[in-house]
């Protein structure tokens, strides 16, 4: 019975651990309230996803078909994330606009700067290039695509899902005349093989809401 109640107790010692590990941060920069009353509008860029696939959804995939899933969820986020900022801010009343999203998009085609090589490019760069004032980047990383056309696609290429996966997102808003990092949120999301994007966006950015910058002063 002793040894029972010690395992218990040390079980329960071990899940309040990962629990703790696995809450988000977030990053404010201690001059924020600096740079707002400066800010606009803010782009919202496509994510920069990384797809870990399975053993076997990488045998049945082609590097092609692989960089076309990540491209596809990589918008996916950025549809999202901008439709929920859109939402939310009709309700706290943000000081800024977000670019439109295929504004966003538009810009980057006519600017020759594929989702490929956003990457290569500095928040600074990017920012100029759109006329904004800050750009919000995300990176994903994940064993399983979020976005659900990708996800059918993969079902499709594979025929399994395989059991659960796990999301590590980074969310940066950066400034647009130095590039400095105004704000960093860091998250990690696990979900059944029915996530999706939408899913993994809300639990996200619900999370990260009542710290979420360029919110008017209480």
């Known amino acids: 019975m002793r040894l029972f109640t010690f395992g218990a107790r040390a079980l329960t010692l071990v899940m309040l651990f990962l629990c703790t590990a696995c809450g988000p941060n977030i990053y404010l920069a201690n001059d924020f309230r600096a740079y707002a009353p400066k800010h606009k509008t803010v ?8 797809m870990q696939l ?14 076309e899933l990540e491209y596809k969820s990589g918008i996916d986020f950025q549809e999202k994330i901008y439709a929920w900022l859109l939402r939310r801010s009709q309700q706290r009343g943000y000081t800024v606009e977000f670019q439109d999203v295929t504004q966003t998009n538009a810009k980057l085609r ?12 500095s928040a600074q760069e990017l920012a ?3 006329g904004v004032d800050a750009v919000l980047t995300t990176s994903v990383r994940t064993t399983k695509p979020m976005s659900d056309g990708a996800a059918l696609a993969v079902g499709v290429l594979v025929g399994a899902w395989g059991a659960t996966n796990q999301a ?20 990690v999301a696990a979900g059944s093989v ?8 809300n639990m ?5 809401s009542k710290k979420f910058p360029y919110t008017p002063k209480s």
Do not use: C, F
């Open 110 to 121: 006519e600017l020759q700067i594929p989702y490929s090589e956003l990457r290569t490019h």
């Open 168 to 187: 590590n997102i980074t969310v940066n808003i950066h400034e647009s005349d130095a590039g400095k990092l105004l704000w960093k949120y860091d998250y």
């Open 43 to 50: 782009a919202i860029l496509p994510a920069a996803v990384t």
């Open 204 to 208: 996200l950015m619900r999370n990260a």
């Open 54 to 67: 399975r053993p076997n959804q990488a045998r049945h995939t082609t590097p092609e078909q692989h960089s």
């Open 128 to 130: 100029a290039a759109l």
């Open 194 to 201: 029915g996530s999706s994007t939408e899913g993994m966006v």
